[in-house]
């Protein structure tokens, strides 16, 4: 049954997908909600996953949960245990990751803050822009040679398989509360994000320069699409999920959060629905079909419209310095020069 905040959303479900035996894939926050699902919807398909996550125990949680319906669910899964909140950690286990993968079709960035309270990460960095930011600049910089040299080997030779060309794709996980965004987004200093202010501002803002990553790195840093190692790159929007993210909201606006916690349990889609829209962007056919249209833009739903976005959203110089800025604090937070 579907819940009613899915009703009319565009459906992308496991039967949809083509078979991705022998593909490889990465996906932070993979052990729980959307994340978990989507990760269990890849390797029912053969796809070998390695899941970025902080805790061990919801990793293998997780994988139990996957044999109820891939049994060889252990033989897919590589678990790699890191703190996005940790920089060192995000630089070490991407360096890993691009030295040991012979391949890499799929960069999937789901893991993130919610709507919770403010806080500090190790690095001190404002929390949801040092996780739902900063780490996936710096795992996409990191593992975007492999990528590259994945797409490569796809369109070596006489291969007119035109899906498969076009099928080595990284996929950030935004939302439509971008729109709720503050309009003083400047993204001209770390101190910007690094000051106190309300948890839905805080997770609004992170959610609005998820999507002006993509964009400006799809216009910017990737290869064309006309060239001979292409990749594709969207962000999404997952709808309305129940996860545990409500229990976030809860913790910052304790009557209204948990009202929202409660009612998410009957109104909200399944975490399954929800990786819809990620698992669609990331192995649909119609986005390598429709590719010039779609390259680097946002999506509320599977094989959905462009151009849904706010206006800042659509900001390209604000875009420019959302990434210049993270460039600037890495390598003055942790030395980590981006390659690309």
Known sequence: MVAPAGLFSNRYEVKDMPDLTGKVAVVTGGSRGIGEALVGDLIQKGCHVHLLSSTKQHAEEAIEHYKEHTFNANQLITFHQVDLGTLKDVVSVTEKLAN??????????????????????????????????????????????????????????????????????????????????????????????????????????????????????????LPSLTSTTPILAASVHPGGVATEQEKGAAQAYPILGSVLEAASKVLFM???????????????????????????????????????????????????????????????????????
């Open 100 to 221: 040991e993968l012979d391949r890499l079709d799929l960069l999937f960035l789901i893991a993130g803050i919610g709507v919770a309270p403010f806080g500090l990460t190790n690095d001190g960095i404002g929390n949801h822009y040092g996780v739902n930011n900063l780490s996936q600049m710096v795992i996409t910089d990191g593992l975007l040679d492999l990528l590259k040299k994945t797409s490569g080997l796809k369109n070596k030779g006489a291969n007119n398989d035109e899906v498969e060309k076009f099928s080595t794709r990284i996929i950030s996980e935004s939302s439509e509360l971008h729109r709720a965004a503050p309009g003083d987004v400047k993204c001209e200093s770390l101190e910007e994000f690094c000051v106190e202010r309300d948890a839905a501002i805080l997770y609004n803002r992170s959610k609005l320069m998820n999507i002006l990553f993509i964009r400006h790195l799809a216009l910017h840093h």
């Open 270 to 340: 399944s975490r399954e629905q929800g990786a819809e829209s990620a698992l669609w962007a990331g192995v649909g056919q119609s986005f390598a079909q429709r590719r010039e249209e779609c390259q680097g833009r946002y999506f509320t739903e599977a094989d959905g419209k462009v151009d849904t976005e706010t206006e800042q959203a659509k900001d390209l110089d604000l875009a420019r310095r959302a990434w210049e800025l993270g460039e600037r604090v890495l390598k003055e937070k942790v030395g980590y020069v981006l390659k690309h």
